[in-house]
């Protein structure tokens, strides 16, 4: 069930970059309302600014123009210190290269975002089990991710993501770099965060297959959204 | 293999301005140990040199049996009259014979450099001094006359002391002096010395007819046996016979040694410390290539390829610092006027002397740790595994 | 896991590099430490210095010898609470080469102007009754394995006895030491009478003069009067504090601190350099893992203070090794040298001067890396896909 209070509010937000002296131009007055508990999947062709609107989602870039709502307030113009503690609080990152810590063990990795908090040692081990085991890979706690195979890195970033227990988990091309196995047993977890956590996923995709693991498909070509299909 | 060797090196050294910084940090550390180096070797060698100078082995130095040093020796005036009769002593002209009995006392002078007081040598000596002195000549001004105040003073003297100008007037002990003339003797010891007579300075402290040393010419260098024989022989004498050669080698030691146990040592351990940063360039610019010398190889270059370019690499960095060091070292430090203490309690005043020898101790120093810093970092270029081309 | 986790592992990312840079402030410090050690004791003279001690000897110069008679005029001035004399003696022990460091003084003055010298009482009281005594210090007495009781003799480099021996027999009666290690106790006294009387020549003279006055605050004026007793006179005097008599006579030796600066200033600056560009390019190495450090949520401020710390902690790792290895050849050293270098060990003052430049150097070396990673932009690094 979704809940209707929109959790993002994008309004008349533009963004270009300079380049030299040329100034080019990702999306234009663009606007978007994002409900909780949704799975959007967006796509488009290379350039057309999918992974630039991720970052705005995710506080990692600011827009030229226009306003990024998030219930309610405002967190464009926030500062770096004020959108780092809102980042950790309310959003978890999963790339395509999974950007894991290669000294750290798996287990490090997903404990890395409770650093941040205030729970003590013995709470944050209780939080990384729970979420390896919700991704399934507990049993690999202790190891490197240069042990690890592609599709087992995603699950320790995809646990890293959860971690915190954020609303919101942002996904670039997710499984960009796993085979088709890996890719299916990857996007069935975020299935399963979407239905059974209620975690509002945006997921960026050029894979047609990928994109029906959503409930919502956005294309995104020369700056404007196109729905493409619901699947409730 | 060789046109590979030299293909990967030049595609080496081409890179070098992606890693300028670490380059160049290696470069200057290397080029300060050698610098290090050098400026220990300069001083001992240039000190070394002062001190040992050109003994004369004709020459015999006559010291108190035991006493190692002048000051500590003492002889008499019969001791001085036995010397003279004794076997293979040159003879003047006019047939005197050509014997210096000499003493001399530590007097007080004011160092240019840093304005505070330094130990002199005030050395009383007879007539025939200067013909037992190797290349002395009176550069300005006259020898003094005998039985008067007048002093004569070493160049070396008036270059690092202030207050020995030609005419002036000087104030040693209770008595006033002047400054008739500058003598030199082409950089040895005894330019590190004022003289004056001998009979003068004895009634003045207070010494009777006792003397020092004796120094005396031979007819000839052998005739040095002689004369041991014959002062061994006599009962009435005591006394330690060397040739002026024997005596100031024996006397350059101390310090000289000094200044080496304490110059290797440290130039050995920053050199460790260069050697690391060294390795650590080499292995740093190893790394960063990874995939550039994995896509070499999987062309077709071989691991000895690979080996040769960087140890080229980290020896030519070397080698710059090595040279870079000498030359800085060079300018700087040779001929610089310095003075210490010497074996007497006395200034010695020396220059700095870069050597080509030590020139060659610093660039190979430098070179040796090229090649250790260079040599693991080389033999993991060589191998890099082929995979690694698919390094992000 | 915690912040502390994270830096180590951030500095030993790569093993061998952060070994070969700890091997390079371990020898800067090395060096540091070893060196000032060798020069602090060098120039302790200046140190144990006593503030109301004065030195008066022969204006020409140390070595000139004056009468034994300014003795007594001395004690006649005022503010002289004490005042003690000795002389050069040059002496030996069986062959040239076994140098000892002799001085003929005056048993009960001497000891009463230098109080840090002590030994047991009935040693102290054998010393000034018996005539022949030889007070030995300790680093001596261990050095050629002598004891109480022995019968010594001693020869003179520069001295003769009428009977035209340079040897003079003593009996060791006492052996003293300094209440602190730096006093040094590598020399012998013994009694001036018995000296003097069997000298061939230059009798009744003496080397030097301690004066100990009744206050530092008077030194100047004291000195002045005992100077003015003998202007004119065929041995003028020059009296100054213990403390700049010994600074003057290392002077000779040259300008040895600035040299010490410079070998020290040159490894310092090797280190800084080396490390410095080091550390620079190893934060650079991890631009991405540090973008996504901040997309986690790690503000600028925390990834600050983790760069900077990791310089540091580098610093200190290499730095307390160094220190700790010039501990140990300093403590090496200094049985070797107590006859050159008494009281040898690694001084608070190199410690704690130490610690500061690990800290400087921590600091110095890490803040580029840490300013270079707080300004990752993580939208351009994590592009670089």
Known sequence: ?232 | MFKQSIAVTMLNLRSIPQRLGLSLATIFSIALVVAVLMGFLAMANGFRATVAGAGEDDIAVFLRAGSQAELNSGLSRDDVRLIEEGPGIAAAADGTPIVSGELYVIVDGIKRSSQTEANLPLRGVSMQAPQLRAGFEIVEGRMFAPGSGELVVGASVLREFQGFELGDPVRLGTNTWTVVGIFSTGGSLAESEIWTDIGVLQNLYQRGSGVQSVRARLTSPEAIEAMRTFVADEPRLNLDVSSEQEYFASSAGGTSDLIMYLGWPLAIAMAIGALAGAWNTMYSSVDTRTREIATLRAIGFSGGAAFVGTMVESMMLAAIGGLLGAGVSYLMFNGISASTLGSGFTQVVFSFSVTPRAVINGVALAMIVGFVGGFIPAIRAARVPLLSVHNG | ?385
């Open chain 1, 1 to 232: 069930m979704t809940d209707s209070a929109p959790l993002y509010t994008l309004t008349d937000l533009s963004k270009s970059y300079t380049r030299g002296r040329e100034t080019i131009k990702i999306f234009e007055q663009l606007d978007m309302t994002i409900t909780s508990g949704e799975f959007i999947a967006i796509m488009g062709p290379s350039g057309s600014g999918k992974t630039t609107l991720l970052n705005l989602l995710g506080g990692i870039d600011t827009p030229s123009s226009g306003t990024v709502d998030f219930e309610g307030s405002r967190v464009d113009n926030l500062s770096q210190g004020k959108l780092a503690a809102w980042r950790a609080r309310h959003v978890g990152f999963i790339f395509q290269f999974y950007n894991l810590m290669p000294t750290l063990t798996a287990a490090q990795n997903v404990e890395l975002p409770l650093l941040l908090t205030k729970l003590s040692g013995k709470e944050r081990k209780n939080r990384v089990l729970t979420a390896l085991d919700i991704v399934g890979i507990a049993d690999r706690a202790g190891h490197r991710p240069r042990q690890l195979s592609g599709g087992q890195q995603q699950r320790v970033a995809i646990a890293r993501a959860i971690v915190a227990d954020p609303e919101v988990l942002l996904c670039d091309e997710p499984t960009g770099d796993l085979d088709r196995n890996s890719a299916d047993e990857i996007l069935g977890t975020l299935q399963e965060l979407n239905k059974d956590l209620n975690k509002t996923i945006i997921m960026v995709t050029h894979d047609p297959a990928a994109a029906k693991y959503a409930r919502r498909e956005l294309f995104l070509d020369k700056g404007r959204f196109v729905e493409k299909g619901d699947h409730t």
């Open chain 3, 1 to 385: 896991m915690n912040d502390a986790t994270l830096i180590r592992k951030g500095l030993f990312r790569k093993k061998l590099r952060a070994i070969l840079l700890m091997v390079s402030i371990m020898i800067a410090f090395l060096i540091f430490g070893a060196l000032g050690a060798f020069y602090t004791v060098f120039t302790a003279g200046v140190d144990v210095a006593a503030a109301n001690r004065l030195i008066t000897v022969n204006r020409i110069n140390f070595t000139v010898s004056m009468p034994f008679a300014y003795w007594g005029r001395v004690q006649q001035v005022d503010g002289v609470e004490n005042v003690s004399h000795a002389s050069w003696f040059g002496g030996y022990y069986q062959e040239p080469r076994n140098f000892v460091q002799s001085f003929a003084v005056d048993p009960e003055s001497y000891l009463a102007a230098y109080p840090e010298l002590v030994m047991p009482d009935e040693q102290r009281a054998a010393f000034l009754n018996t005539r022949t005594c030889l007070a030995v210090g300790d680093d001596l007495a261990t050095q050629y394995a002598w004891s109480l009781g022995d019968r010594i003799p001693l020869l003179s480099n520069i001295w003769q006895k009428t009977d035209g021996s340079s040897s003079w027999e003593f009996d060791i009666c006492a052996i003293f030491d300094g209440d602190e290690a730096a006093v040094p106790a590598n020399y012998v006294m013994f009694h001036y009478e018995y000296y003097n009387e069997a000298l061939a020549f230059n009798s009744n003279q003496l080397g030097w003069m301690i004066v100990n006055t009744t206050d530092p605050s008077i030194n100047d004026r004291v000195g002045r009067e005992i100077d003015a007793l003998f202007a004119n006179s065929s041995a003028e005097t020059e009296t100054s504090t213990e403390a700049a008599f010994s600074r003057a006579f290392l002077e000779q030796y040259g300008n040895i601190a600035l040299v010490l600066v410079l070998v020290v200033g040159a490894a310092f600056a090797t280190i800084l350099m080396i490390v410095g560009t080091t550390m620079v390019m190893a934060i650079n190495e991890r631009t991405k893992e540090i973008a996504v450090m901040k997309t986690l949520g790690f503000n600028e401020g925390r990834i600050f203070r983790m760069v900077l710390s990791e310089s540091i902690l580098l610093s200190l790792i290499g730095g307390l090794i160094g220190l700790g290895l010039a501990s140990l050849l300093v403590a090496g050293a200094a049985a070797a040298l107590a006859g050159f270098l008494p009281g040898l060990t690694m001084p608070m003052s190199v410690v704690l001067t130490a610690l500061a430049l690990m800290l400087g150097l921590g600091i110095i070396t890490g803040i580029i890396p840490a300013i270079n990673a707080t300004r990752i932009r993580i939208v351009e690094a994590l592009g670089k896909n």
